[in-house]
């Protein structure tokens, strides 16, 4: 009996290693080796070719465009999420009328599905939109953006900030309530101005704040999909198309499964390499 109470422990150790195991590290040695290969995804037969998709991906158009997409639209959430959450947040913790209620609808969008906001905001932009703009006369409106090269990639980043805000509204509002309002007023008394107090009092406390929705909304831009493909699918012209819609359309609409997984190896490489920076970075800043 007190070897098993010794042991138990281990317990709660193997079965997330184990798991670990057979739903990521498998899938991705497996997802490697058909990169190494001209798989189809239809059938068993297939030969190795080495790192001829890799050689590949860089002479491809619509992965250079992807790329770019990906990095800006990741880099709006990044930067969106974080002066926008941080902005309503600092509102929603002054002692404003309504207080409660802007609390629960500014956190409305994070409970509904990204595919129904998606395509909600299809007809939107599809119908809703053309007719504002007939009815006050302005051509610009007049459009369907989602159908214009130069608009869609901003409309599809408005919507994906307005759905993806909703949760570091939350993180930076409980980030401003934890601070000591004793070490605030302390600042007041002392002749302190609001963005002084703000940028020498707060920002310090909010930066563990900052670093979740630094995370959050990385991890947002470098893997949005459902979002993205119920809005656009990635065009018009594929100015809209994502890394991750690229390893789907690729496998699924081309049947190209060992370039896909190739896409997919390479988009992995870069999450890598972008998370260890930012944990060097956020150890830096904590010490």
């Known amino acids: 009996m007190k070897k098993i109470n010794k042991n138990w422990g281990y317990v709660f150790v193997v079965i997330p290693l184990l798991l670990q195991l057979i739903f990521f590290f498998t899938p991705?040695?497996?997802?490697?080796?058909?990169?190494?290969?001209?798989?189809?995804?239809?059938s068993q037969n297939y030969e190795f070719i080495g790192l001829t998709n890799y050689f590949s991906i860089f002479n491809d158009s619509r992965f250079s465009k992807s790329l770019i997409f990906t990095g800006v639209f990741t880099?709006?959430?990044?930067?969106?999420?974080?002066?926008?959450?941080?902005?309503?947040?600092?509102?929603?913790?002054?002692?404003?009328?309504?207080?409660?209620?802007?609390?629960?609808?500014?956190?409305?969008?994070?409970v509904l599905s990204t595919v129904v906001v998606g395509l909600i905001f299809n007809q939107i932009f599809n119908y809703g939109v053309p007719q504002i703009g007939e009815l006050l006369n302005i051509d610009?409106?007049?459009?369907?953006?989602?159908?214009?090269?130069?608009?869609?990639?901003?409309?599809?980043?408005?919507v994906a900030l307005w759905q993806g805000v909703a949760m570091p509204i939350v993180i930076f509002l409980a980030g401003l309530q934890s601070i000591p309002k004793s070490i605030v007023e302390a600042a007041k008394i002392d002749g302190a101005s609001s963005w002084q107090t703000f940028?020498?009092?707060?920002?310090?406390?909010?930066?563990?704040?900052?670093?979740?929705?630094?995370?959050?909304?990385?991890?947002?831009?470098?893997?949005?999909?459902?979002?993205?493909?119920?809005?656009?699918?990635?065009?018009?012209?594929?100015?809209?198309?994502?890394?991750?819609?690229?390893?789907?359309?690729?496998?699924?609409?081309?049947?190209?499964?060992?370039?896909?997984?190739?896409?997919?190896?390479?988009?992995?490489?870069?999450?890598?390499?972008?998370?260890?920076v930012q944990l060097k970075l956020s150890n830096k800043f904590e010490v």
């Open 140 to 158: 610009f409106l007049k459009q369907n953006l989602l159908a214009n090269p130069n608009t869609a990639p901003w409309v599809v980043s408005l």
């Open 28 to 42: 991705l040695i497996q997802g490697f080796w058909l990169s190494l290969t001209n798989h189809t995804g239809l």
């Open 75 to 110: 880099l709006t959430m990044i930067v969106g999420q974080i002066v926008i959450g941080l902005g309503v947040g600092l509102l929603l913790n002054t002692k404003m009328p309504g207080r409660n209620f802007f609390r629960t609808a500014y956190f409305f969008p994070a």
């Open 199 to 276: 940028l020498h009092i707060k920002l310090p406390y909010l930066l563990p704040s900052i670093s979740i929705v630094f995370i959050l909304a990385l991890k947002m831009g470098l893997t949005a999909f459902d979002n993205i493909y119920a809005l656009t699918g990635g065009g018009p012209q594929g100015v809209t198309m994502t890394m991750g819609l690229l390893v789907y359309d690729t496998a699924f609409v081309n049947n190209q499964a060992g370039y896909a997984n190739a896409i997919a190896m390479v988009l992995f490489a870069i999450i890598v390499v972008i998370s260890i």
